[in-house]
């Protein structure tokens, strides 16, 4: 399963004899490899960050990176003793990945306050590039302003015009409900209540009950991991979608679906930054990743673990040099291009923009191969998918 | 229709259905507790763990060996009871001579390694259990859907527990049972072998939470961590009862379930700790528990 | 906890009518001392402060668990709500380090009288599994509250100029500062254990029926090394805020309780230096194997069972019995 430890990606073979200049990179992907998110992120994350290293060629641009990982068990005080270690006892450039929103905000401070990098692919919070942005800081993958805008306007847009919220009790799960209540409202739908379970929760079953009484076109799940998975499971189990209502897990994972299987999980609609099977690129390097990943296809939080440390190694190459204020200028300067999320550009609060997709779960007899699991319902261009940058509050946005 | 307090009677009655079905892996777990308390003076932290080795294996069996949910309930709980027996025969028989303290140490240790290989090995996403054919579907009671995964939770837990009840209270291994727990020298004296009667009794305890566990496997997702939390509580509930009484600790699992229930309608957030809060108010008003003999 | 096995019973007998320190506990402090201050050079300095919370925090609750004998399972309550209010102390209200921490601590103090006073009626199981349902209770008002942040906790706490006037941001000079907690907090302990109210309260574990006939009042006894114990734990937590300029919800889980538990076991409860090489075992465990995901667990699970088992008196307790001398 999970492989451990210290992965020296590619190590420094100095047989380059005489090349002008080599610079030593050290990546650390911190994220969570024994929780809730371990399957989404975890090793698989080091895989992608290691696939990076390799298809950019790095040695042979005279860029030596090594690779660390670890494990902050989605607590903000060990992710920011360890991010914090690095920094200072470990030279640690830039920290990659970052799932869960409380952690990768203290990693957003230290690095602002080191002065170095974070490439932010798991998070969700949109406060990273909002009142928290960093000008050390590059949000990469998708965040609680984009799912909501994608499912919530998608769900109203099809006739899901009052909803009901099933939040998970703490600032993410607030977070989610807030940006999607204003998503809905604004699309002339309405909220017609919430309730909120304590996280992590096992049973949501009187929870669902409520959704049910309350007889709202959709019920909304802000909550993540675990907890969605168990509220899916339990809302079928209840006959929640067999009575009318629709089921909107605001943030899902491919993972997720896997292990709820497709009987259970068909007919969600989801919002995503990356599927597997979207082109000819993403097919290539998530057979090259499954491989490598006991047979589990990239999330759309490795996807962008990979995407943002190739952006990151262009920039070195590029500027030639590694700190952190002339890499950050030249990451953002240049657009982004790369197998997995095509072209691309960073703003200036650090938000990374793309196109965002709404996907739907299949049915059994739709998919046709494993991990053939969704559908694409349409596609959010990369200028409406995100918050506009003056919404944010950034204190970076002039 | 009449409203108590502003809430509609089926979404009551739907809560307290629910509190129901709750309470009832709250009083198998804290059943095995208390059986195990009240005669090897152990509180077994590994409890938990072993609840989810019984969805495990469940999860195992149909996987690995395509056995089915109905063939698990059967030979699931015996194989978790022998991991118990194996664990008191090589570690904790030998702390019965120390404090009870240190038997509660031990068995927090060996839950964290349980889980934490499970962790390791099957990660923490949780794996599908789909249920079997007999349990898809349920009924329409007029104010809620009942699944027929839950009906059958309520009735296989109170199947177990008053046959429990019945060994223990009403049957001569029982009587065996309840003499060892007065004064074991003295019942040994008789010629029963009451180490034995202990290892039996803590496999059967163990046995018992991994029944619960395969019955929460087709219910909530199989995962390492099920059973961490869910411990606490049902520490709370035996304690509740008071520690050691079965009755009690069927009664007490039942109530504290339906008393939840009615907590998730008045004030959700609530539903967490409200068993805390209770067992505070007990153990301060009738230290020995609702019904438990004073210490 | 009132078998012969337990070292506490020689600390008992040898300490008894020492009113100066013995000569070599002098020379473990010594050292202790000499190493702490070399050590910021030596080692990584933060690394070395969260030892050094962490070691307060066990002694802290050794006090109460290997001298008054009494096991708390909910100890972090007192840890972590200190760390809360010190955090939100030092951010919202912008006090200086030192009175932030004061802030903590006092309600900790207050938090500890006020369920000790409630828990300490009742005896053994009973007793621990009160301190944990109000733990329980604690950690529901920190997820709840609005200070406190919910799960991203209080982030970004200024470690502000002590006294108003040095500057902490450098974790060389903040590091003294600490150090200097960590001694007075220690020395305070050794000096409660080794005053007539430590021997009370040694008497008090060994034996309460008879304590209670030789005319002490126990409950008071008892009631003040809780609340000494949650106090201490509360300067430990209030400091690590400020340390490391977070407090979440992590310090005021039943895991950290169970942690300061297994530190106490591991080092030697009863013993005087025990919880703090109990708390540098299981940190520097934490740290260096936070690259091998759920094998830390594993391993602080086999570390209990094998404590339990075959290591009762924990590392300085066998050490003590090889030299023959209280440590």
Known sequence: MKKMGFVLASTASLLMAGAAYATDVKIGVLNDRSGIYADIAGEGSVIAAQMAVEDFKATDKGINVSIVSADHQNKPDVGSNIARQWYDTENVDVIADVPTSSVALAVNEITKEKNKIFLASGPASSDLTGKACSPNTVHWTYDTWALANGTGSAMVAQGGDSWFFVTADYAFGHALERDTTAVVEASGGKVLGAVRHPFPGQDFSSFLLQAQGSGAKVVGLANAGGDTINAVKQASEFGITQGGQALAALLMFINDVHALGLEVAQGLVLTSAFYWDKNDQTREFSARFQERNAGQKPSMIEAGVYASVLHYLKAVEAVGDKDAAKVMAKMKEMPTEDPLFGKGTIRADGRKLHDMYLFRVKKPDQSKAPWDYFETVATIPADKAFRPLAEGGCSLVK | ?295 | MTTDTNPIAMAAITSVGAAGMPRHHLAIFAALFVFLVAAPFLLYPIFVMKVLCFALFACAFNLLLGFGGLLSFGHAAYFGMASYVSAHAAKVWGLTPELAIIAGTLVAAVLGLAIGSLAIRRHGIYFAMVTLAFAQMIYFFSLQAAFTGGEDGIQAVPRGHLFGLIDLRSSEVLYFFVLAIFFAGILLIYRIIHSPFGQVLKAIRENEPRAISLGYRVNRYKLAVFVLSATLAGVAGATKAIVFQLASLTDVYWTMSGEVVLMTLLGGMGTVFGPIVGAAVIVTMQNYLATFGDWVTIGQGIIFVVAVLSFREGIVGVLAKWIRKPL
């Open chain 2, 1 to 295: 229709m009449f409203e108590l307090l502003g809430i509609p009677p089926q979404v009551l009655f739907g809560q307290l259905l629910l509190g129901l079905i709750n309470g009832s892996f709250y009083a198998v777990l804290s059943l095995g507790l208390a059986v195990i308390f009240g005669l090897l003076n152990i509180i077994n932290f590994t409890h938990g763990a072993q609840y989810m080795l019984g969805a495990f294996g469940a999860w195992m069996l149909l996987n690995y060996l395509g056995v089915g949910y109905w063939w698990a309930v059967f030979i699931v709980p015996p194989i978790v009871g022998v991991t118990g027996i194996v664990l008191e025969r090589v570690l904790i028989r030998r702390l019965y001579h120390l404090d009870h303290l240190y038997g509660l140490l031990l068995t927090f240790g060996l839950a964290l390694i349980i889980v934490g290989f499970f962790r390791q090995f099957f990660g923490v996403s949780g794996l599908p259990y789909p249920p079997p054919p007999l349990l898809n579907g349920g009924y329409n009671l007029g104010f809620m859907y009942l699944p027929n995964s839950r009906a059958w939770v309520i009735v296989a837990s109170l199947i177990v527990c008053l046959a429990t009840w019945f060994i223990i209270e009403k049957t001569r291994l029982g009587a065996y049972l309840r003499a060892a727990t007065e004064n074991p020298t003295m019942v040994g004296a008789f010629g029963i072998n009451v180490p034995l009667l202990v290892t039996l009794t803590y496999g059967f305890g163990v046995a018992l939470a991994g029944f619960a566990g395969v019955l929460a496997a087709p219910i909530y997702a199989v995962n390492p961590n099920m059973g961490a939390d869910l411990i606490i509580v049902v520490f709370a509930v035996v304690v509740i009862g008071g520690m050691g009484s079965i009755l009690g600790s069927i009664l007490t699992g039942f109530g504290l379930g339906l008393i939840e229930g009615l907590t998730r309608v008045f004030y959700p957030e609530g539903s967490a700790v409200v068993i805390f809060v209770i067992m505070a108010l007990v153990l301060l008003v009738k230290p020995a528990g609702l019904f438990g003999r004073s210490v």
